[in-house]
């Protein structure tokens, strides 16, 4: 069965700093991989997705992932965090029992000016 | 990228009344829609999935006779909360399988149930 694990439910940077949001997968068969961000009160926003092609996958805002199969990972960066990047971050993974996707329980970023 | 919309963004309902809610997909046909709730800081869990013209597969533990969906057209799914109680108050998210290429799926914006 697929599952995601996101390591460290809030995470603390400085502005301009580098964001590092974890995400680590299992999953008995290729996964699709995504990573969505919530604003508060707000539904989820498609930041970037990994489909089996490129194993580094750019997406909006600047974000970006990279699939890692030895690790079972696919970890979310930003060079530079913007004060607008402070919110909810979701990473998922396809292959539920229904073709819904499977998700994280989030990280809050948090960005200190 | 593809829309989906959810009304109301915000229901506020006396115990015991039934509200719906509706999510459109608006620029692309979704033979499947998923109806998922969040509670206050936690993650999104899938209370069911929508099917066009088929009866709504639900979740464990999620009553079918409660929680009513409807699946009538390929842009159109509604969540109905049947006789609602405090305890339904919740984030309420759909979302909408575009079964293109990208095979991608792409969330509302979310209604937010609060009953008295």
């Known amino acids: 069965a697929q599952s995601v694990t996101q390591l460290g439910s809030h995470v603390s940077v400085s502005e301009g700093a580098l964001v590092l949001l974890r995400c680590n997968y299992s999953?008995?068969?290729?996964?699709?991989l995504f990573w969505y961000v919530q604003y508060p009160n707000q539904g989820l926003q498609l930041l970037l997705k990994y489909t089996s092609a490129a194993t580094l996958v750019k997406g909006i805002n600047g974000f970006e992932a990279e699939f890692k199969k030895s690790e079972t990972s696919f970890h979310l960066t930003k060079p530079s965090a913007h004060m607008s990047d402070a919110a909810e971050y979701f990473c998922?993974?396809?292959?539920?029992?229904?073709?819904?996707?499977?998700f994280g329980k989030g990280t809050k970023l948090s960005v200190k000016p | 990228g593809a829309v989906v919309s959810q009304h109301p963004s915000r229901v506020i309902c006396k115990s015991g009344t039934s509200v719906k809610i509706e999510c459109r997909s608006l620029d692309f046909q979704a033979t499947t829609m998923f109806w998922y709730r969040q509670f206050p800081k936690q993650s999104l869990m899938l209370m069911a999935t929508s099917n066009e013209g088929s009866k709504a597969t639900y979740e464990q533990g999620v009553e079918k006779d409660k929680f009513l969906i409807n699946h009538a057209s390929l842009t159109l799914s509604t969540l109905t909360v049947t006789s609602a109680h405090p305890e339904d108050s919740s984030f309420y998210i759909c979302s909408a399988r575009d079964p293109g290429p990208t095979d991608t799926q792409y969330f509302g914006p979310g209604t937010r149930l609060t009953v008295l």
């Open positions: 999953s008995s068969v290729p996964p699709y």
């Open positions: 998922a993974v396809s292959g539920g029992s229904q073709g819904n996707l499977i």
